[in-house]
C-alpha cells in the first residue's frame, strides 16, 4: 500500500498519517482549504507532512466550500457547544464535504501512481455527518471502482470507521503522535475551546483511552457536563 491522506492537521487524520507511515505505507498528504474559519488545522497539517518527510498537497477549494453555505464551519454562525450526539452540532454539517474531498482525492492518486485512498472518519462521526457512515464508505468504493475502471486501481482505506475516537486515541499513543501539534477546534481561536463537539470528543476519547492529553485548552472541563448530559438524556 501507498497511501493518500486526506489530512486535514487534525487529531484523527494526524494519526492515521503516523500510523501509516510507520507501516510503510504513507506516501502523500492532501489537505483541503475550503473556507473553514479554523484554518489553523492547514498549518498543523503542514507540520506534519515535515516531520514525516512525505509530499504535501494543500489544495484550495474555496470557491466550492463559499457555495456550501449554512455551516458554522464556513459561515458566521455560532459554532455550537456540546457532545456530538447533540441535535445542535447538525449546524457543523459541511454538505458533501467528504464526497467532495474524496472524489478529487481519488483522482490525484490514481494520476500520480497512488493505490489508495486514507481518510480517518470514525464511529462518532456516524450521528452527525452522512458521509462519514460505513455504507457511504463502501458505496463511495464501489463507485470508484467504476470511475477508475480501466485507468487505475485506487482502494479507499477507512480503518477507523467501525471504532470510535478511542480507538484513535490510542494510536495516536502507540505511533507517537505529537498530539499537542494538532488542530481540532472549530472555533479556530490561539488554543483549543474545550466547548465544541471536536474539542469534547477529542478529550473524552484521550480520557477514555488512558492517554495524557498535552493540548492547552480553555476549558478544560466543560467535557464531563457535556457527557454527563448526553448521558442523562439517553436513560
Known amino acids: 500500500m501507498k497511501a493518500l491522506v ?4 487534525g487529531f484523527d487524520s494526524v494519526t492515521l498519517a503516523c500510523r501509516l507511515a510507520a507501516e510503510g505505507a ?4 492532501l489537505t483541503f482549504d475550503y473556507g473553514q474559519r479554523h484554518k489553523k488545522e492547514i498549518d498543523a497539517a503542514r507540520l506534519c507532512a515535515e516531520r514525516l518527510d512525505v509530499p504535501h498537497h494543500v489544495l484550495d ?6 457555495q456550501l453555505s449554512g455551516s458554522a464551519l464556513t459561515d458566521d454562525i455560532d459554532v455550537p457547544h456540546g457532545h456530538y450526539s447533540e441535535e445542535n452540532m447538525k449546524v457543523t ?3 458533501n464535504r467528504n464526497a467532495i474531498m474524496l472524489t478529487i482525492a481519488f483522482g490525484i492518486a490514481s494520476a500520480q501512481g497512488l493505490d489508495t485512498v486514507a481518510i480517518a472518519v470514525h464511529g462518532g462521526d456516524h450521528f452527525i455527518y452522512p458521509d462519514c457512515r460505513p455504507d457511504f464508505i463502501r458505496l463511495f468504493a464501489e463507485m470508484q471502482a467504476k470511475a477508475l475502471e480501466g485507468v ?3 482502494a479507499l482505506y477507512a480503518p477507523y470507521v467501525d471504532a470510535d475516537k478511542t480507538a484513535i486515541a490510542r494510536d495516536a499513543a502507540r505511533y507517537g503522535v505529537p498530539v499537542a501539534d494538532t488542530w481540532s477546534c472549530y472555533e479556530g481561536g490561539e488554543t483549543h475551546c474545550g466547548r465544541c463537539g471536536t474539542c469534547v470528543e477529542r478529550i473524552e476519547a484521550m480520557t477514555l483511552a488512558g492517554v495524557v492529553d498535552p493540548t492547552p485548552y480553555q476549558d478544560g472541563a466543560y467535557w464531563q457536563a457535556a457527557v454527563a448530559r448526553v448521558k442523562a438524556c439517553s436513560q
Not at 486526506?6 to 492537521?9: H, K
Not at 477549494?61 to 463559499?66: K, L, T
Open 6 to 9: 486526506i489530512c486535514s492537521g
Open 26 to 29: 504513507l506516501g502523500a498528504l
Open 93 to 95: 454539517v459541511v454538505p
Open 61 to 66: 477549494i474555496g470557491n466550492i466550500g463559499r
Open 152 to 154: 487505475g486501481e485506487v
